[in-house]
């Protein structure tokens, strides 16, 4: 639903693999031969960057957007339409996200510089490993390190709710981590 760059290494412009799954901005992708795609059972490995695009044909997933309510309505809510293409983030960076996975074991201060791994069924980030070398020798890619722990973050639209303004909505009941990429 929300990514929100804070600093960025390298932005690639791909393809996209017209198979995918829907894909939301935040999403884990990989690279197929038809393009990319959000990363599914079997891609956890393979994870190639962060989409910084919506791709999908029903409703916006722009946060406090609610659906059918967004400039992309002819093109069906997909903003990957006239060129076929995302935007995705690699190499570095940190970002903002709404998409990760808190179940059980939340997203908290005391999980702040654990390495977060994707989650397969989601195409999300997941809690992981306590560092790097833990998630080789599990077999398991890292993918980003927790660097802020699930909070609200605010929309930049004067307002009530944090440090002056309204919270940006999203996934995950408003919350979101920050993250340093590592793919």
């Not at 599914?40 to 994870?47: A, I, R, T």
């Amino acid at each position: 639903m929300a990514l929100i760059p804070k600093y960025r290494v390298a932005t690639a412009m791909q393809a996209i693999d017209p198979s995918s799954n829907p894909i939301k901005e935040g999403m884990l992708v990989t690279l197929t031969s038809a393009g990319v795609r959000r990363v599914q059972s079997g891609d956890g490995n393979k994870v190639y960057g962060i989409c910084a695009d919506n791709f999908q044909t029903n409703a916006s997933s722009m946060p406090g957007v609610y659906p059918g309510w967004q400039s992309r309505v002819s093109d069906g809510f997909d903003e990957t339409k006239a060129s076929g293409k995302v935007t995705v983030y690699h190499s570095g960076g940190e970002f903002a996200t709404d998409q990760f996975v808190n179940s059980g074991t939340a997203l908290d201060a005391t999980k702040i510089g654990q390495v977060l791994i994707a989650d397969e069924s989601t195409g999300t980030l997941k809690s992981g490993y306590t560092d790097v070398a833990a998630a080789y020798t599990a077999g398991k890619q890292p993918v980003a390190v927790l660097t802020l722990n699930a909070n609200t973050y605010p929309s930049g639209v004067p307002g009530v709710d944090l440090n002056g303004d309204m919270a940006l909505l999203g996934d995950n009941s408003n919350q979101y981590i920050e993250i340093k990429l590592l793919v």
